[in-house]
């Protein structure tokens, strides 16, 4: 039941957005938490908990006293800098929607007129009651139709443009292993919850409970005959496929999720599923589709799933669309689908506000046209000296990075020259793309809430699927400027940081340079890392999986990394929930990496002068200060169970205290001592970067 989106799933992120989206998207009803106030040099003081000694707990230290008073609102299921920039963010794009929503028209025709009139009709709250369920009748009706497995498959297949879903997921990517071209990959899919351990483990028991009753309202909303019968076969259903879906630490191996096979291959291997229809349902072109290659990410799954859906209950198989189908619209129906979905949303989350229209009206108009309002954003709120300023910065951190390879201690030295060699190809690319999305042929009607959605939804597939046979266009972006986040593209080696991410706590050009080297310095440096974590040290310098590793210098990084995956793995989280370490280890490698190099940067900076000593803070002090205010985020418990499981990211507290008790001058700047909690005996502590 993910709200629909379109994803490169070899992209790694900043924070959890990823896998927060994959709980329903629902957002804020109470005004705004006011943003944190930071002092003129970018710290908040007196949001430390002087009473912590920073060697116990260095997260509750640097964040204690913030974190005691703060309270989540009501609708969000996390706070911390992360959200309020979002929400910075939200209430920008809504001053320009309103701009432009002020005269909406019928038949929009350019890019503002669309973007007006797309978020004018979300809000028209009334229209949409008034409208009630009668948008989902049509593909209903054609559920009921589905007759064989090859209807199935055919209405499976059509859903990449329309609300209903598909066992399998089909994507436009970059070829891992030949970034010039692209490839049509093949996933697992099928499960409404976010996970599969949501399904298996006895800890979720009452979340699965809540999501049965959450498909039961839906059949019942859309007139199905016998809801709570047929909830309970979906659920079961989903189990099974649950069963033989692959385990999200096998999903982050680069090397095992590639497996490139014609569909005439495909079809052979797996003949139980009708891979031919669904293609061409999806839209890929029928000329050649046999000898074209997909790229399987989980075969053994794929095989097992497709085996299971025919032997499956045709009733079962109609009844699992007609609730997916309600369940990726209810957002953009009237309210009882908007209530039952934020009630499942809420059992997950623990959230317990639903979102105020006005924020889901962005969010969507955002989804549907983010590159457009990005542009919007970029003019009106993004400095241009931000982006030379942030040049500098990750010139400086590429340099600090460089000097560290070259000094590596551990690595041949004909890796280490590979290594050099890719640091050297590295783009970096800041604020906003060179190039605009253009969405002419993206058709918006005032009045149709569910058509407009739809039909945005199809048009990004259609956008996928154009890239099929073409180079690869390097200029693409894969977030919009206006998103809070950042990410590593391994296949293009290159790192990206949205303009919304660029600014306090982040990011202050009038910033103490150690505080900004703390914050984006480290995550500039996080971002680097990424490259030459265990998942992205596998591309090499041309963005190819190939291994570029001599086999002693690869047994040297997996001892290194299972040693520092062992520290994460005995982090509890709660009484009980423990950090998944292998889940975690490419974020966990880069913000130890990320934090070495925002230091060494920091140094570098200063050119042999010594660091200024403010408000009692030595230099090095702030850098670590920085890093920890980045992450002062306060999870709700459900949330945070629910993202142990799914989030590749380590949470908040373990971002801070893990990395920094590795490294020997966080012992310096704080005087930490055998007996303090953190405390790891020299030999202990992992350096990898
Ligand atoms: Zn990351």
């Known amino acids: 039941m993910n709200q629909k989106t379109f994803s490169r799933k070899a992209v790694l992120l900043l924070s959890a957005s990823l896998g927060l989206a994959a709980l329903p998207s629902v957002v804020s009803a109470k005004p705004a938490v006011p943003l944190i106030t930071y002092d003129q040099y970018g710290l908040d003081l007196a949001g430390r908990n002087t009473s912590v000694k920073p060697g116990d707990s260095f ?3 640097a964040n204690g006293s913030f974190l005691k008073t703060l309270e989540i609102p009501s609708d969000m299921s996390s706070y911390g800098p992360f959200n309020a920039l979002a929400e910075t963010s939200r209430q920008r794009i809504q001053s320009i929607l309103k701009d432009l929503s002020a005269h909406p028209v019928d038949q929009p025709k350019t890019i503002n007129e669309k973007l007006g009139t797309y978020y004018a009709s979300f809000m028209d709250e009334k229209a949409v009651e008034a409208i009630g369920a009668k948008p989902l009748e049509a593909e209903i009706a054609t559920i009921h139709q589905i007759k064989d497995l090859k209807t199935f498959a055919q209405f499976s297949g059509a859903s990449a443009t329309t609300f209903g879903s598909s066992p399998f997921s089909v994507d436009v990517d970059v070829d891992a292993k030949d970034p010039t071209q692209y490839a049509l990959s093949i996933d697992q899919a099928g499960l409404g919850m976010p996970d599969r351990d949501n399904y298996l483990k006895p800890e979720f028991a009452s979340k699965k409970a809540a999501y049965q009753a959450y498909v039961t309202k839906l059949l019942t909303l859309v007139h199905w005959a016998d809801p709570a019968k047929s909830a309970a076969d979906i659920v079961a259903f989903e189990t099974e496929i649950a069963k033989v879906h692959w385990a999200r630490t096998e999903l982050r191996d680069p090397d095992k999720t590639y497996n490139p096979m014609t569909v005439a291959a ?11 229809t669904w293609l061409l349902a999806a839209g890929v072109p029928e000329a050649g589709l046999e000898q074209r290659t997909v790229i399987v ?6 095989k097992a799933e497709a085996d299971l859906i025919a032997k499956t209950d045709l009733n079962t198989l109609r009844a699992w669309q007609a609730f997916h189908t309600a369940s990726n619209a209810a957002s953009f129906l009237s309210n009882p689908f908007v209530q039952a979905r934020f009630a499942y949303a809420k059992a997950m989350s623990g959230q ?45 951190l590429k340099a600090a990075f460089h000097n560290r390879l070259e000094h590596n201690t551990w690595m041949s030295a004909q890796t280490r020259d590979a290594a050099l060699k890719k640091l050297a190809s590295f783009e970096i690319q800041v604020g906003y793309p060179n190039e605009w999305r253009d969405y002419s042929d993206l058709v918006v009607k005032k009045g149709d809430v569910y058509g407009n959605a739809k039909r945005a939804f199809a048009f990004e597939w259609h956008y996928q699927l154009s890239h099929l046979d073409k180079v690869v266009d390097r200029n693409e972006w894969l977030m919009s400027p206006a998103t809070v986040n950042a990410y590593n593209n391994p296949r293009f080696v290159e790192v990206v940081f949205p303009a919304a991410i660029l600014q306090p706590p982040f990011f202050n050009p009038k910033a103490d340079p150690a505080v900004n080297y703390g914050a984006i310095g480290g995550v500039i440096g996080h971002e680097m ?27 040297r990084f997996q001892k290194l990394a299972d040693r520092f995956g062992a520290q994460y793995d005995a982090f509890e989280v709660q009484p009980g929930v423990h950090v998944n370490g292998k889940l975690t280890m490419g974020e966990n490698i880069a913000d130890l990496g990320g934090l070495t190099l925002a230091l060494d940067a920091y140094h570098a900076s200063l050119n ?10 030595t230099g090095d002090q702030r850098v670590f200060m920085g890093w920890a205010q980045v992450w002062r985020e306060k999870v709700r418990p459900d949330t945070e169970k629910q993202l142990v499981v799914i989030d590749p990211h380590s949470p908040p507290k373990a971002r801070v205290n893990i990395p920094m008790h590795n490294v020997d001058l966080w012992y310096k700047a704080w005087n930490v001592q055998p007996g303090d909690k953190l405390y790891l005996a020299p030999d202990q502590r992992v350096k990898i970067w």
């Open 59 to 61: 997260f509750d230290y």
């Open 266 to 276: 495909l079809v052979k291997s797996t003949p139980s599923f009708d891979w031919m």
């Open 297 to 302: 990410g989980e075969p053994s799954a794929i």
């Open 352 to 396: 317990p506000a639903l979102a105020a229209r006005w924020k889901r009206g962005v969010d969507f108009t955002s989804a549907a046209m983010e590159m457009a309002l990005g542009k919007i954003y970029v003019d009106r709120y993004f400095p241009a000296s931000d982006r030379a300023a942030m040049q500098t910065l990750t010139g400086n």
């Open 529 to 555: 890392t990424h490259s030459f974590d265990d998942k992205g040290r596998k591309y090499d310098d041309k963005g190819r999986l190939r291994n570029w590793w001599t086999k002693e210098d690869e047994e």
């Open 608 to 617: 042999g002068k010594p660091a200024p000593v403010i408000d009692g803070l």
